[in-house]
């Protein structure tokens, strides 16, 4: 038994010298990056955020619930649904009510969680803002008007709808161990912008659908030259003080920095279904025209080299059990069953975090929780829509 506790004890050292020896290598090599990796991962801290301004916490007109017009069945197994992966909150929205508003334990109508790539959803509606503003002349320009460092090389035949449609063919890190990599610089480094023009072109553009953000990302870069503003006062001014949401931020890569704008807008669950109901009323909402009507039909136009993707927000057009991401990685996400309804327009954050759109149903479904692996898409909508009466 003492030679095992012994051979255990030293397995230990070794590994404790290793991990002490890779922090100071990255802290020599990247120092911010291995600060903010090490916050990550012992505090949950992804680094600074930009405030975006509202008009304090309010309770939204749709707060009255109006139950009747779903099953409590139907509801009931959405509730369990939600349950059973851990969620945060499940809202629902129908025939101009809110049916449902329910947080579970712990959790509240002030929580902010972590909603990742819902955020490209708002990114493709500030720039239809943009264009009707006349910051950006159309979709079909080449994004190197703005991205001068794209000129001289083959990005610069990326159009704008192109990047929209995450069909650009710019190069994309993916998941890797290496804590000073391309993956991680891109999530928590303090130069986002050198990053993601680092990028190379991969594929020619317009060739083939890759959904990864450094797209996105190269967006906001060319919404901020454009508009001569910081993205989140551009968002806080154009979409959020006109909605009625709650206070917001989004993270930057630095203090006054630039907002990563492929993720990471903290928001509300109400706040969410806001967003979700510019989709539904075609950019309008309390009577005013927020976005564009023209922009909002065209952003979910199902794209030619991927059916189920519009103007970064995802639609249900054609039914694929595993709807993949993209063709360098295998993640994928899981559905049961074909939608029952063939305009189904929802943002997808990491790991189920959902505002489902469904303008047939008047229906408009929100959940933010936990990261779930196994999701299933179908089973909200779905399930909801079988219980409509």
């Known amino acids: ?51 975006v301004a509202a008009n304090g916490f309010s309770e ?12 409590q069945e ?63 002349q159309s979709v079909s320009e080449p994004a190197a008007n703005y991205i001068s460092e794209w ?11 192109q990047l929209l449609r995450q069909t650009s063919g710019i190069d994309f890190p993916t998941f890797s161990f290496n804590p000073t990599g391309g993956f991680f610089k891109f999530f928590l480094g303090d130069d986002i912008t050198s990053v993601t023009l680092a990028e190379p072109a ?5 060739s083939q659908f890759d959904y990864n953000n450094v797209g996105p990302q190269a967006l906001g870069i060319l919404l901020e030259r454009a ?23 989004v993270q930057v890569d630095k203090e006054g920095g630039m907002a990563r704008t492929f993720c990471c807008l903290n928001a509300t669950a109400r706040s969410w279904l806001k967003i979700g109901l510019l989709h539904l009323n075609k950019g309008q909402l309390n009577g005013e025209q927020i976005v564009p009507e023209e922009w909002m039909y065209a952003s979910v136009v199902p794209g030619e080299k991927e059916a189920n993707y519009g103007y970064l927000t995802w ?65 909200l909508p779905n399930t909801l829509v079988r219980g409509i009466h």
């Open 1 to 51: 038994m003492k030679p095992l506790l012994r051979v255990i004890k030293r397995l230990v050292q070794l590994i404790l010298i290793l991990t002490i020896g890779i922090v100071v290598w990255m802290y020599i090599d990247e120092p911010t990056l291995a600060t903010r990796v090490i916050k990550l991962a012992v505090l949950g801290d992804t680094g600074p955020t930009h405030a």
């Open 315 to 379: 639609l249900g057009t054609e039914y694929k059990k595993q709807q993949r991401y993209n063709s360098k990685g295998s993640t994928s996400v899981y559905h049961s069953e074909p939608y029952l309804m063939n305009d189904l327009i929802y943002f997808d954050g990491f790991g189920g975090q959902r505002v489902y759109v469904i303008p047939s149903e008047d229906l408009v479904i929100v959940r933010t929780g936990d990261v779930s692996m196994d999701w299933d898409d179908a089973l």
């Open 202 to 206: 991969w594929t020619t553009a317009g």
């Open 151 to 161: 000129a001289d090389d083959a990005r610069n035949e990326i159009t704008i709808e």
């Open 74 to 136: 139907a509801i009931d197994q959405a509730l369990a649904y939600g349950t059973s992966t851990n969620s945060h909150a499940l809202l629902i929205y129908h025939q101009g009510r809110l049916v449902l508003e329910h947080y579970y334990p712990e959790y509240d109508a002030q929580t902010y969680s972590a909603t990742a790539s819902m955020h490209k959803s708002v990114l493709a509606m500030l720039i239809g803002i943009a264009i009707e503003q006349g910051h950006i």
């Open 60 to 71: 939204p007109s749709m707060t009255k619930l109006s139950p009747g017009t779903i099953d």
């Open 227 to 249: 508009t001569g503003q910081k993205y989140a006062d551009y968002l806080e001014q154009n979409l959020w003080l006109k909605i009625g949401v709650d206070p917001a931020s």
